[in-house]
Nanobody, 132 residues
Framework: QLQLVESGGDLVQPGGSLRLSCAVSGLSLNEYSIGWFRQAPGKEREGVSCISSSDGSTYYEDAVKGRFTISRDIAKSTVYLQMNSLEPEDTAVYYC?????????????????????????WGRGTQVTVSS
């Protein structure tokens, strides 16, 4: 059964850290690029970071550069998002999405959400709340 399951969301104080996981089943990380997206209350969903199926290349949204790190463990079929120096503005539901293809530009993959692009598969999300 094909599914993406996010976990790791929590309530954390500003300056804290969290690691989100996106466990995938029914598809291979060698064939599907994975993106992390987030949606804050009252805002559009936005691309945070994406990692390529072909070479592991990555893209980060400017707001998270230097604070977030995306990685993948192909053997565990899991993609991670390490989030450091969290800010209240990072509060959102975080989703992972999968897109087939080995030659996708990761910036394009992450930004396509702005054009209401329909990714192949989505998880159900995990809540991250940054508050003191």
């Amino acid at each position: 059964q094909l599914q993406l399951v996010e976990s790791g969301g929590d309530l954390v104080q500003p300056g804290g850290s969290l690691r989100l996981s996106c466990a995938v089943s029914g598809l291979s990380l060698n064939e599907y690029s994975i993106g992390w997206f987030r949606q804050a209350p009252g805002k559009e969903r936005e691309g945070v970071s994406c990692i390529s199926s072909s070479d592991g290349s990555t893209y980060y949204e400017d707001a998270v550069k230097g604070r977030f790190t995306i990685s993948r463990d192909i053997a565990k079929s899991t993609v991670y998002l390490q989030m450091n120096s969290l800010e209240p503005e990072d509060t959102a539901v975080y989703y992972c999405a999968a897109e087939a293809g080995r030659d996708i530009n990761m910036k394009n993959m992450c930004l396509a959400i702005q054009r209401n692009y329909e990714y192949d598969f989505w998880g159900r999300g995990t809540q991250v709340t940054v508050s003191s």
